[in-house]
């Protein structure tokens, strides 16, 4: 009886031991078949695209010789001859502005110098902030909105018959807050530039705040001037749409949303810029490193694209998968153009998932050899 006994006892532990290891290898099982992989199936994406009745919003896109057309990066622009113009611009006085004024008097032993002696020279008169400049013999002058031919008018009139016979007045611009010019944003050194020099175009105060910090189809510009405001991709200033700038502009710099995801069996997954203005799969792909050879699926490529403004009846989205293992896929990766948005998908090949399904499994039994081996 105490034989029994004990072997009943023994075979129960054992049972126990083995429905523990047998249960937890089916749970492994369970979790590598729910959880792993970075997206859907190959299989669950083409299969359930090509079902007539299935309400799937987007079309399936096999990328071929024959379909790779609509869908190819377009030719470079011709190089533009063209040139931004630079028209003198008419400068009006603001606060914070500083003159240089000076004052002539054709008659001897007056209180200005003459012409000859190289007249009265004001070096530096500044601009107050309610718009008023302040000289000897001409007190407080409301100059704000004024050009500088009308300054000169304005001191002329103050002076002629009261304190000189024939005023002579020029004045010129020093420190030009009404003419200048504020660069912000992705630039390495920001600030406000002057055009004393002569007008100036976006090229002119991007070089003069050091230029971007990111390649250029990577940046926008938005230029404020007032009375409008315009975004132009840099990169495009760079081809030929450089422009002039009106005085008192301010011109922002931004990183532009140029940007794709990329997921599943590639070397460098996540959210990543375009590589250039016009990206080709080839390109987007070398930039993430390429496909992981270990567990990528050649035959599983896939772009997914939502379409910007689909027309009635037209699906939302579409889906391009494309096929590496074949000779041609590297001149259609080359020829088929990313868009901004776009996620690229690369699935895990079949011998790879199942791996992950049965190395659980192979390391569930060995633990239960090795507690088999115990007794």
Not at 347 to 352: F, R
Request: net charge neutral.
């Amino acid at each position: 009886m105490m034989y029994l006994d004990l072997s009943t006892r023994i075979f129960t532990h054992r049972t126990v031991k083995v429905l523990s290891v047998f249960g937890l290898s089916l749970i492994l099982t369970a979790c590598g078949s729910i959880l792993s992989g970075a997206g859907p199936y190959s299989s669950s994406i083409t299969s359930k695209a090509g079902d007539e009745d299935s309400n799937l919003p987007y079309k399936l896109v096999d990328v071929s010789p024959e379909t790779v057309h609509e869908y190819a990066r377009k030719p470079a622009p011709p190089l533009s001859a063209r040139i931004s113009a630079t028209d003198a611009t008419t400068i009006r006085l603001v606060g914070g502005d500083v003159i240089k004024v000076t004052i002539s008097d054709s008659a001897e032993g007056g209180v200005f110098a003459p012409l000859a002696a190289g007249g009265t020279v004001f070096g530096h008169v500044r601009v107050s902030a309610a718009g008023t400049i302040t000289l000897p013999y001409v007190g407080s002058l409301k100059v704000s909105g004024y050009t500088l031919p009308q300054v000169d008018n304005a001191i002329r009139k103050r002076l002629t018959g009261s304190v000189a016979t024939d005023p002579q007045v020029y004045s010129e611009l020093v420190g030009d807050l009404s003419g200048s010019v504020l660069v912000a944003g992705a630039v390495k050194s920001p600030g406000r530039f002057s055009s004393l020099s002569g007008p100036l175009t976006i090229l002119d105060v991007v070089n003069m705040a050091g230029g971007p910090v990111l390649e250029p189809h990577l940046i926008n510009v938005t230029v404020r001037t007032g009375t409008q405001a315009y975004t132009l991709n840099y990169d495009e200033v760079l081809s030929g749409g450089n422009r002039q700038l009106a005085p008192r502009s301010e011109v922002i710099l931004e990183r532009a949303r140029q940007r794709f995801v990329a997921m599943g069996a590639v070397r460098e997954p996540g959210l990543k810029d375009l590589p250039s203005r016009n990206p080709s799969l080839l390109e987007v792909l070398g930039s993430v490193g390429g496909l992981e050879e270990n567990k990528a699926d050649p035959q599983g490529v896939f772009v997914f694209r939502l379409n910007q403004h689909p027309k009635e009846g037209e699906p939302a989205a579409e889906v391009f998968r494309l096929d590496m293992r074949k000779p041609e896929s590297i001149f259609l990766a080359r020829s088929f153009e990313v868009l901004p948005e776009d996620a690229i998908y690369v699935t895990n090949a079949p011998v790879y998932e199942w791996q992950k399904i049965i190395s659980p499994i192979v390391q569930t039994l060995v633990l239960g050899r090795t507690i088999n081996n115990s007794f």
